[in-house]
């Protein structure tokens, strides 16, 4: 053997011997006895106990609990290039038998259709025309699926779990191998409480539909976490009474936002306008000089070149429509921003696809562009930057409200002045002393993850869409309160991602504006960035009357003036 | 037998009465609140205190009947706990029938409303007398929001946990699926991470960094501080005197002082500074303490009044304008976090090995380190960005967050990360870090007693409070936070970056590897996450 490394046993020697051999049998299609192929039968070899053969086939396998350790401490013999190769080797080699397997199945099924296809036309003499299609369906959906997995379907869930651990099934391809999400689910769970040797009973996973999960939201599923759900208001936003759906466990934030909805609502409600909408996704290209920058900097700048670009674009989707072009220079690379409108989707894939074709088109154009990566940060996606607080990204939106100072007495238990004052020296001057960018609001981001949670968004893109600065003025002579958000990066979309899971489709609903609009894309999505928006500017209000009322109080019993109004109605001050 | 039967059957009779006089004080109420007014008061309840008149529960009237009740006022729907207090699950299920009946009421008068408008302006545009318009009848709609609201899920949850500390107004809970990546060799143990997403990939994509770190040796981390922060905004009579206040509060005397106040209302504050910032007469006090396993905002606060109690002694004019004036920063993007610091500042590491970074990667280390600097150092640089240098760090975070019951609105600060790869060993390994200065967490409070939640804490091994070591396990949530950031952060710019190696070697006419094709495919069409296995 030239490639034995020093530790090899005899078993193995044989185990490699026999592989090398058996393998340009089967190439050649030589007929084979059992005994051929199974030579160590009743040896009872097996592959995964061979100190040789685990580093190389265990590159494909979840390797879990002790044994995970103890490969760390042999590492791969990086050194040693025959093996290696000869792990491609077999590698190369298991695939192509794996590909010759499943060309084999495919002529027994196409065989088989045939057969079908042959008795079907017998039935087409016997029966109607609408049963044969019943049972051509039937019999072509069940066939195959029998086949495959008769096996494993017949075992009990322990026998899973045992095949699981000694790695015939890999726990990842539970569900395709299963062809039930729940079992598998129960499967995996089994085997992770083994693992950890502790229930993990209080994570639920029954009454859920893990089949609309599979493949889209999660991998790797053992449960779900439930968060409760509240609800805040009715708020009534551009005259119409909408509901406030949020998830979330922190106390009190619910009940605070429900009294800032109170309050805008009693005033006459909350005006919102949508600003600017459009996704942006910026990849970045290198060129080999400054040169070439230059000239494709120019190129860019040139109005009929974007009309081209623009038609290639609007050509990999029926709804992106291409808005705006930055591009970026530094050095030798440069970042191209898209800018794009999405209909009623968050658009992040189909930006991304549009992106694509557009790359392509310029490789064509440019011989030295080096297309780096499709992202490269200046988009900006989940990163605080101040390109979206600029620029924007996803949906730009203004809120505004007037708050009649009765109900700033009686409602919110505080006045007018002490709001408009706190609001100057907490978040204008406060986070411009922070250096924040965006950051000029009291608790905006609260709000915007219970509404992303229990609307099925992205929750990690809290980070730019809680971009927000919150204004107050005094109005009419200072007897009324003049409050305005500014939003300018709210990502929503209300088709795709989480938002096609039941309970989140619920609660879209509940706000109404469940899937898209046929006629008007984009409109669904243009009123739930409205409503967070305007449930931002409720929690604002709401928060900042509990902060100035305690400050009142404190000055109040400092100076001995008229007792202060009890602040019984809740109070968010923990988290702010 | 006979004595005992007597006494159940006693003790039933009495419940029954008294069951029987709550309904009829209740509906008493009801009905005579209607007909005599404010200050009549059933015979039954005049024996109790008039404060604890509203609290008396209603579990004995139909659900009918209370929604009646909530009709009238008597009861406010956000209460209903409140007066339900054995059976929580019916007082949802009762706000939920409110809020289909409230939405389907408005729905209708929308409909009826367009209708009436269509009808005028067709009127209208025919030059049609107006008087003449028939009346419109409102419109029928199948939507049926009572029905519909089945999909938002109920039963088998226990609200007791939830009410007075996690949320109001309940209407039900939202199921967010939770994955497991992993296990991570992390600091020589293994450790499987929880994450709750909806978004497609991400468990795979990090299970696939995991695999990588865990191969090469395994992941190392390093705390650097701890500690929460908290800045009340107080207002004093000029720059001068607040000046002065800067300068007592940074006598060490002082800080003592400030301190021992601080200390006394919790077991487990510390107060470890103050960084106080003037702005004008306005002056911000940023205090920083360490909290044990909680995540701390709440103990904070607490200290944070004591020690301005102490303050406003020394200085009898400062005025207190608010507990939080946004230099903590909590929730908001800001310098201070990322050059300061909040919560736990934790550094991970790991080497990876250049045949893993070629065999599970699929990609090269020359190309990683690149595409790193090229991406998060000068792209996010560009972007005007403070903390974003990385990849999608708030993914993991967040996905982390939501599964082992932290604040996710606190993402905002904990996904404060820079990611940066160099070659070494003559360019045969990676070495990557993930810096993360503000890692807001806690094994205690919050989210982290619900059930589930603390099971995916159970599942590291972290849930509660650590009896020897105060803060150990917070501490470790905010160690295993990091280095599955790592575990995301190479597997994704490893995808990024087989995607570029792909089209560079189809340009460059060199060999193709059909693999690789196949995963710079599945990039474009997945939101740049790639099936990982």
């Not at chain 1, 019993?557 to 009890?566: C, D, M, Q, V, W």
């Not at chain 2, 007398?129 to 029905?147: C, W």
């Not at chain 2, 293994?190 to 468990?203: D, F, H, K, Q, R």
């Amino acid at each position: 053997m030239l490639f034995a490394p020093p530790n090899l046993e005899i078993k193995e020697l044989f185990w490699i011997f026999y592989i090398i051999i058996l393998i340009p049998k089967l190439f050649a299609k030589v007929q084979m006895s059992v005994r051929e192929l199974f030579p160590f039968f009743k040896w009872g070899f097996n592959i995964r106990r061979s100190n040789f053969l685990v580093p190389i086939l265990s590159n494909n396998v979840i390797v879990t609990g002790e044994e995970a350790v103890s490969s760390f401490e042999k590492p791969l013999p990086l050194e040693d290039i025959p093996l290696a190769q000869q792990a491609k080797v077999l590698q190369q080699e298991q695939i192509q038998k794996q590909q010759q397997i499943q060309k084999q199945q495919q002529q027994q099924s196409q065989q088989q259709q045939q057969q079908q296809q042959q008795q079907q036309q017998q039935q087409q003499q016997q029966h109607q025309n609408t049963e044969q299609v019943k049972v051509r369906d039937t019999t072509q959906d069940s066939q195959p699926q029998q086949q495959k997995s008769k096996s494993i379907l017949d075992l009990t869930n322990e026998e899973i779990l045992i095949k699981v651990e000694k790695g015939e099934i890999p726990s990842y391809r539970l569900e395709a191998e299963l062809g039930d999400c729940t079992r598998a689910v129960e499967v995996r769970r089994m085997l992770l409480e083994k693992n950890l040797q502790k229930p993990i009973q209080p994570l639920p996973y029954e009454n859920y539909d893990f089949g609309k999960v599979q493949g889209a939201c999660c991998e790797n599923v053992i449960g779900y976490v439930p968060i409760p759900v509240g609800t805040a208001g009715p708020l009534l936003l551009n005259g119409t009474n909408v509901t406030i759906p949020m998830a979330t466990t922190e106390g009190c934030l619910v009940a605070s936002t429900h009294r800032g909805c109170k309050a805008i609502s009693e005033s006459g409600g909350a005006r919102c306008q949508i600003i600017s909408r459009g996704m942006t996704r910026a990849p970045v290209v290198r060129f080999s000089s400054i040169v070439k920058v230059s000239e494709f900097v120019e190129w860019m700048n040139q109005a009929a070149n974007y009309e081209s670009v623009k038609q290639i674009f609007d050509s990999t989707s029926r709804f992106a429509r291409l808005s705006a072009i930055k591009t970026t220079v530094a050095g030798r690379s440069v970042y191209i921003r898209f800018k794009c409108d999405t209909g009623d989707a968050m658009g992040m894939n189909m930006v991304s696809k549009g992106v694509e074709a557009v790359l392509n088109f310029f490789k064509g154009l440019f011989d030295d562009l080096e297309i780096l990566s499709i992202s490269g940060n200046m988009c900006t996606d989940k990163k605080p930057s101040s390109i979206n607080w600029t620029e924007g990204r996803g949906r730009s939106v203004v809120c505004e409200a007037i708050i009649n100072g009765d109900i700033v007495e009686k409602v919110l238990k505080t006045s007018v002045q002490a709001l408009v004052d706190l609001n100057i020296a907490k978040n204008l001057i406060g986070s411009a002393m922070a250096g924040s960018i965006g950051g000029f609001n009291a608790h905006a981001a609260n709000i915007v993850t219970a509404i992303f949670l229990a609307t099925g968004q992205d929750c990690a893109q809290n980070v730019e869409s809680s971009n927000c600065i919150t204004q107050m003025e005094a109005f009419n002579d200072g007897k009324d309160l003049y409050i305005t958000v500014t939003m300018p990066s709210i990502e929503v979309g209300t088709v795709g991602g989480g938002t096609g899971l039941a309970a989140q489709s619920q609660c879209l609903d509940i706000i109404g504006v469940r899937g898209s609009t046929p006629g008007r894309p984009g409109h669904n999505a243009d009123q739930l960035a409205k409503t967070i928006c305007a449930a931002v500017m409720a929690g604002e209000l709401s928060l900042m009357s509990a902060l100035s009322a305690g400050h009142l109080m404190q000055s109040h019993l400092k100076y001995n003036r008229a007792k202060p109004a009890t602040t019984t109605t809740s109070v968010v001050v923990s988290n702010a | 037998m006979f004595k005992q039967i007597t006494t159940i059957i006693g003790k039933r009779s009495i419940y029954s009465l008294s069951t029987l006089s709550k309904s009829a004080q209740s509906t008493g109420r009801y009905f005579g609140t209607a007909a005599t007014g404010d200050n009549y008061k059933p015979p039954s309840c005049v024996k109790e205190e008039p404060s604890k008149k509203k609290e008396t529960n209603v579990e004995s009237i139909s659900d009918e009947d209370i929604i009646a009740l909530v009709d009238k006022g008597e009861i406010q729907s956000h209460n209903l706990e409140t007066r339900l207090p054995n059976d929580y699950r019916r007082a949802v299920h009762i706000r939920r029938k409110l809020l289909a009946r409230d939405l389907q009421r408005e729905h209708q008068r929308a409909l009826h409303a367009a209708a009436v408008v269509a009808a005028a302006e067709k009127a209208a545009t025919s030059g049609e007398d107006p008087s003449s318009i028939p009346t419109v009848s409102p419109p029928v709609t199948n939507l049926d929001f009572e029905k519909s609201l089945i999909n938002l899920p109920l039963d088998h949850y226990d609200y007791t946990k939830v009410l007075g500390a996690c949320c109001e107004n309940i209407i039900g809970y939202i199921p967010i699926p939770v994955g497991v990546a992993g296990p991570l060799l992390l600091d020589g143990k293994l450790v499987s991470i929880p994450m709750a997403t909806t978004e497609g990939c991400l468990v795979a994509s990090t299970h696939r960094g995991c695999k990588a770190i865990s191969k090469s040796g395994g992941a190392k981390t390093v705390i650097l501080q701890n500690g929460m922060t908290r800045a009340p905004v107080c207002r004093l009579p000029s720059a001068t005197r607040a000046a002065e206040l800067k300068q007592w509060i940074e006598t060490q005397d002082n800080f003592y002082q400030i301190a021992s106040a601080f200390n006394s209302t919790s077991r487990f504050a510390r107060l470890k500074s103050i960084k106080v910032v003037i702005a004008g007469r306005l002056i911000y006090l940023r205090f920083k303490s360490s909290t044990g396993d909680a995540m701390g905002m709440n103990m904070v606060s607490k200290g944070v009044e004591k020690a301005l109690e102490v303050i406003s002694e020394y200085f009898p004019e400062t005025e207190v304008l608010s507990l939080s004036g946004n230099l903590c920063t909590d929730k908001k993007p800001s310098a201070t976090n990322w050059l300061e610091g909040r919560g736990k500042s934790v550094v991970a590491e790991a080497v990876i090995s250049g045949d893993i970074v070629r065999d599970v990667l699929k990609t090269s280390v020359e190309a990683l380190c690149s595409l790193n600097v090229d991406k998060n150092l000068i792209g996010s640089a560009m972007a005007g960005s403070i903390g974003g240098f990385n990849a999608h760090a708030s993914n993991i975070v967040t996905a982390l967050y939501i599964a082992t019951g932290q604040d996710p609105a606190q993402n905002v600060e904990s996904s404060n990360c820079i990611t940066l790869m160099e070659p070494i060993n003559n360019g045969k390994d990676l070495y990557l870090s993930v810096t993360m200065p503000s890692i807001e967490v806690g094994t205690v409070g919050g989210g982290t007693h619900l059930p589930a939640q603390s099971a995916c804490l159970d599942l590291l091994k972290i849930r509660g409070a650590n009896v020897e070591k105060p803060g150990a396990n917070s501490e470790q949530l905010a160690r295993v936070v990091a280095a599955a950031v790592m575990a995301g952060e190479l597997s994704l710019m490893s995808a990024l970056a087989a995607g570029h190696l792909v089209r560079s070697h189809m340009a460059h006419n060199r060999k193709v590897q059909p693999k690789q094709e196949a995963q710079a495919d599945t990039i474009s069409m997945t939101h740049n996450l790639p099936h990982s296995d």
